[in-house]
Each structure stands twice: as C-alpha cells, then as structure tokens.
C-alpha cells in the first residue's frame, strides 16, 4: 500500500510564500498537488513527471514551482506570491502501476 505524507501548510499573509512536501513510501511516476477550496471542485495545481515534465494550472504560473527529490520520493510545492483565492486545502496524488494514490491534505490559508 503506496502512502502519502504531506506538510507544510498553514497561514500566510497575502503576497508571502509556503513551501508543501510530499513524500511517497515509494517511487512514483507522475506526482502532483492538486486543490480544493470549499464549494470548488478539486483541480490541479501542478505536476511533475519522473521524466521531468512540468505542467501548471494558469492561476499559479509564475508564483508555484513543483520540484522533487527522487532519492527521497518527495515532491515539494514552492508557492510564492500568494493571493487570498489560493485558500484551499492542497492534496498530494501520485500514481503507483496506474493507480492513484492520494494525501490527506494540509490546509493552505491566504490571509492578512
């Protein structure tokens, strides 16, 4: 059973920065964080491929990097810049043999 262990939320004022991790019990192909603020849909934030294949949803171009440590079978998510409407709590999904394995989530809130 592939586990996902995600940390680094928390509370942030509007315009500074928090960096997500996410560490696999295992290595992953694709890793990715995706989000879901209340109300919303969960949706994709970032991912990256173990090729290295980056992918970013429009709303955090230029403000998220996605990067990962395949040797510890982490990803980490940098968000800088961030906005009020990047509240959300934040999910680690990695698949394992095609099939998806999911975090807890760590609640992320924009707030001064």
């Known amino acids: 059973q592939v586990q996902l262990m995600e940390s680094g939320g928390g509370l942030a004022q509007p315009g500074g920065s928090l960096r997500l991790s996410c560490t696999a019990t295992?290595?992953?192909?694709?890793m990715s964080w995706f989000r879901q603020a209340p109300g919303n849909q969960r949706a994709l934030v970032a991912l990256?491929?173990?090729?290295?294949?980056?992918n970013y949803a429009d709303s955090v171009k230029g403000r998220f990097t996605i990067s990962r440590d395949y040797v510890k079978n982490t990803v980490y998510l940098q968000m800088n810049s961030l906005k009020p409407e990047d509240t959300a709590v934040y999910y680690c999904?990695?698949?394992?043999?095609?099939?998806?394995?999911w975090g807890q989530g760590t609640q992320v809130t924009v707030s001064s």
């Open positions: 999904k990695g698949i394992h043999r095609g099939t998806e394995y």
């Open positions: 295992t290595s992953l192909n694709t």
């Open positions: 990256k491929s173990i090729g290295g294949i980056t």
